[in-house]
């Protein structure tokens, strides 16, 4: 991509680019990328319905929804995304936190939706790890 | 007892609305109440009334183990606000008329006996929907029987009520367009004229995780920031609960037809099992003192067994 056209999709799309210059610094300063959780969206379920990870190891949770645009909300890290049906959204954050924390379909799907959450179980680091 | 004179409600008033159906009353405390009652305005008020908040009918919910009693429970409801010696000037309905249904036809069927048992209130009614009848047809069957308005305003002795709908949208939004028409609509009130505002989910995120929380919500509060009386009723969570954003006070209502775990009790929201020992527990309706000048009063009333 030349400059120019870098400098007219940044206008565009700045997420994009934040996502961009955030994982290039990412690559200079760290050898492991992300660990990658698949996780399944489908009335009215997460699957799997809890996920563990660890704190301060950056997480790429690719959530794929099956049958309606539901949407995935885990507040306690200020993530949430609207999914789109027959496609991964990839949601990269590093839990800064230990404990469980509830996400939940934010998109009302029907009638299984008020039960239609998961548990993110985030452990502490192993001591000297 | 205390917590009830202190919002507004004096002992005498109590024990008229314990005496509704045997009805337990109660009114939860609430940080800084106090104050915000004590404050007047200068507007031309003639508020010297109650109105009635019903919320979370879910009309064909049937759950026994929760609700054994789920045909009977919002006509218990209806014939206490009936009862009423002091007669309401309107009982405003907050949504979740009818439990959610994947089946459009049950949904209608669902809305139309939900309608025919609300006329038997003897005093005028107003209706919202709530995502269980409007998130899965963006309103469409709601409208076929409660008209095309689900966001509007309306004028009653001198307070302003605004409704607003943050649940047709399935992501549990009010949207540009109604927040723009918010905004134009709040352009023509003074900043001492007393506001009411009803939703159906909290404008506030009380709980995200729990899908308690209107998206684009916190820009309709900023937008009520200015009024220096504002008062938020909602339902949505099954639970009276009461919180401040500022100065504007917004209190939930329970349910008619099954109460959900507080927000910490439980790590999911939970519909809390029928228990023998406390019948009707946690379900109930709320009455309103208007309040004048001041800040409305409101009590909650649970349903009981007689
Ligand atoms: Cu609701
Ligand atoms: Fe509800």
Redesign the pocket.
Known sequence: MNRRSFLSRAALTPVAVGAWVGGAAYQATSQTAPRRIAIKASKFEFSPAEVSVERGSPVTLVITATDYAHGFNLSDFNVRRDLIPGKDVELTFTPDKAGRFVFACDNFCGDGHDDMSGVLIVREAPAGA | MNDITEHGYSRRDFVKLAAVGGGVVFASALPGCAGIQQSTSGGAVNADFNFVQLS?IHWGYNNASVNPDFTGTLLKAIAAVNSLANKPDFVMFT??LTHTTDDPKVRRMRLKEFREMASGINVPVRYMP???DAALDRGEAYQEFFGSAMHYTFDHKGIHFIVLDN?SDPAAILGDAQLQWLKTDLTAQKPEQPIVVFT??PLFALAPQWDWATRDGGQAINLLMPFKNVTVFY??IHNAHHHMTGHIGHHAAMSTMFPISPFGSMEKKTQLLWNAEKPYDGMGWRSIDAGGAAAPKWVDIALTKS
Do not use: L
């Open positions: 979370d949504g979740d709530g995502e269980h649940t159906h989910r339902g949505h």
